[in-house]
């Protein structure tokens, strides 16, 4: 069984995912953190991505990314080292993105998660699940909410880890990932035509969960 939930930076994906996953005794698996780790190791080897996407291709071709699921959540190795906790800065979404938009590193972890959808129940979210990496999914739903709301959930969930940041830059941060991230050429951020769609900007945290639970509850 698959479950595909796509949508732009900070509508809610993950920690709605993470709760569905957890209730419905599916996998949680986080495609984003995979290209976090494909930008992270282009910024340690500093890479400039956009200029030089040869460089980025050649690396994380050699790279080892892995996801481990575990019941405590699951972890993302780069290499064999756990680098889960080290991917969730603002210098590292923006890598992130670049990297994303390299067709050729997109297949290689597009494969892992391939496999992942094969092996498991999954809820797999990210921004071409529904439409490329599993585009047979059961249930595919678009996530989204207004740029504005979105600024201010990440900025509050930065804050909560002690990061220095401003509403201002968080935001356009926000809008300029959006923009990379559904204008780049091969497989880009985009609602699949049998998706439902869910704008979170007036919901809560439980009332999008109650919402995708119920979405969920019915189709299964
Ligand atoms: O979901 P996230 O913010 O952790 O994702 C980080 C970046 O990775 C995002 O800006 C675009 C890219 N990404 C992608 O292109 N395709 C996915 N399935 C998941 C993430």
Redesign the pocket.
Known sequence: MQIAIDGP?GAG??TLSKKLAKTLRFVYI????M??AAGLLCLRNGIEIRQEPDKAIALTKKANIDLVIAETGQKILLNGEDVTDLIRTPEI?MA??DV?AIPEVRLQLVELQRKLGQTHDVIM?????GTY?LPNASIKIFLTAAPEVRAKRRLAELTEKGEVCDYDTVLADLKR?DH??STRAFAPLKAAEDSIVVDTSELTFEESFTHLYTIIKERL
């Open positions: 930076g994906k993950s986080d495609t984003g953190a290209y976090r979404s992130a993105s994303s979210d990210g921004r071409d699940i990496v990932r990379n991230d």
